[in-house]
């Protein structure tokens, strides 16, 4: 299949962020109330870091949206980090768009689609790669019309998540957009980055295979607008 993948290859992460950072400042600036989709995870830090010091991003206007979030607990300590909770550190100092917390619609997650519809279609979606393909927390085995949903997590995804962090009270299940609600976006950011991150990438974006559901972020290869920023 012919994809029309844009990669960009960087020295490293950081200036990947750095040229994510560019990105989105350049999607606001054409479209002030941009709809846009953040990741999170270690590979975005320094876009979060770039964007935090970037201080002429205008972002009033902007709708902010999470990728994914896990099915929190309802009593008891967390041992671990919501993703709202690491967007409030990371992105929200700095972005004070209208921000609509995944948590508020795990028991409605369509919802969270009609939303985006009711607001004219996410314009960008920025996007981590799981060590086995997964995107947001779409897992191998995903739909490719999948919508945001209730998912459940894999082990691997469990373990790179929360490695040695004590058992009880950690999260078997997530909420994710879809693949088609990721798809659907104008224009995808995909950030990779460091050596654990390189096989994967080059499986599921750079070989001639046709997209498979054992490797969600293949699909991405189907999609106009998509730009793959590395440091690899
Ligand atoms: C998580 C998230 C993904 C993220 C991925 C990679 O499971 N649901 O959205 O892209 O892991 O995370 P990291 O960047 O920490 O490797």
């Not at 050596?195 to 999609?223: F, G, M, N, V």
Request: proline share 6%; with cysteine; charged share 20%.
């Amino acid at each position: 299949m012919v994809s029309s993948l844009k990669w960009v290859k960087q020295d490293s992460a950081k200036v990947v962020g750095n040229y994510a950072v560019n990105l989105i400042k350049a999607c606001i600036e054409k479209k002030p109330d941009a709809v846009i989709a953040f990741p999170t995870g270690k590979t975005p830090l320094p876009m979060y870091e770039a964007l935090r010091a970037c201080t002429n991003i205008p972002w009033e206007e902007t709708h902010l949206f999470q990728l994914d979030e896990y099915c929190l607990p309802s009593s008891g300590e967390m041992a671990f980090e919501s993703f709202h909770a690491y967007l409030q550190r990371e992105l929200l100092p700095v972005a004070n768009g209208q921000f609509y917390p995944l948590s508020s619609y795990i028991q409605n997650p369509q919802q969270y689609d009609a939303e985006l519809k009711r607001l004219g279609g996410l314009d960008m979606v920025i996007l981590g790669i799981g060590t086995n393909g997964h995107i947001a927390f779409n897992e191998p085995g995903t739909d490719v019309d999948s919508q945001t949903r209730c998912v459940s997590l894999s082990e691997s995804t469990r373990l790179a998540n929360f490695g040695d962090a004590p058992g009880a009270n950690l999260p078997t299940h997530a909420v994710t957009m879809g693949m088609s609600t990721i798809l659907s976006a104008k224009e995808i950011l995909l950030l990779a980055t460091g050596t654990s991150k390189k096989e994967i990438t080059e499986r599921c974006l750079r070989s001639t295979d046709s997209p498979s559901h054992q490797y969600p972020a293949s699909w991405l290869k189907t999609h106009h607008h998509v730009t793959i920023i590395t440091d690899f």
